[in-house]
């Protein structure tokens, strides 16, 4: 079956500190992979995406590369701000209409 | 921003009242879902929808039950509101395709007494 396993919460950094969020996935076939954030009361929006192994997403200095090898997609940034506090999830699409995510990581950062 | 507006955006109701929430869209996508959000476990799949009159359940659809009878509009029904049902519930929208993204309305949060 597809399922998204995501390293638990919360993670708290200080500003300019280098961020990992780990996600590993289960997937029959040949899935696409999303990040997505969720700001303090609103829905989640995609954050970055690759559609096949070895593939890098980014967006607004976060990355993520598609590796199939290790089964794993997790996201970096080199500098976080502030502005980056939320919930972060991972998660993934075989299909194209059902997607599985993981149970999210919510990240702090102080000035 | 993807054209989803979700009603009520605030619901608080008794145990055993029935209760209906709306998804609305404006980007004509094909499919659109209806999703749970509670602490610990991230986002579930209650019902998808893959066109007018459509449906399929997702891994947490007991309790609850869907319609859609026009491209645009997708509802979620609860028969009879329970505690366990209290959670924040996410519509969501999407173009076919393994490449296709969801694009989230902001929300509804239902407390049931």
């Known amino acids: 079956g597809n399922s998204v396993t995501q390293m638990e919460g919360p993670v708290t950094l200080s500003e300019e500190a280098f961020l990992t969020i780990n996600c590993t996935y289960t997937?029959?076939?040949?899935?696409?992979l999303f990040w997505y954030v969720q700001y303090p009361g609103e829905g989640l929006q995609l954050l970055l995406k690759a559609t096949k192994a070895d593939d890098k997403g980014s967006n607004k200095g976060f990355e993520a590369t598609y590796r199939k090898e290790t089964t794993s997609f997790h996201l970096e940034k080199g500098s976080v701000q502030v502005s980056d506090s939320a919930v972060y999830f991972c998660?993934?699409?075989?299909?194209?209409?059902?997607?599985?995510f993981g149970t999210g990581t919510s990240l702090t950062v102080i000035p | 921003d993807a054209g989803i507006t979700q009603s009520p955006r605030h619901k608080v109701t008794e145990t055993g009242t029935p209760v209906t929430l709306r998804c609305h869209q404006t980007e004509n996508h094909r499919y659109m879902y209806w999703y749970r959000q509670d602490p610990g476990h991230g986002l579930r799949l209650i019902h998808y929808?893959?066109?007018?009159?459509?449906?399929d359940k997702g891994e947490v659809s007991d309790g609850y039950s869907v319609s859609r009878s026009k491209t645009e509009d997708f509802l979620l029904t609860l028969e009879s509101a329970t505690s366990s049902q209290t959670s924040v519930y996410f519509c969501?929208?999407?173009?076919?395709?393994?490449?296709?993204?969801?694009?989230f309305g902001e929300g509804s949060r239902l407390t049931v007494l």
């Open positions: 969501a929208i999407s173009e076919l395709g393994v490449t296709g993204e969801l694009f």
């Open positions: 929808s893959y066109g007018v009159k459509d449906t």
């Open positions: 998660a993934l699409t075989s299909t194209g209409n059902q997607f599985y």
């Open positions: 997937a029959t076939g040949y899935p696409s």
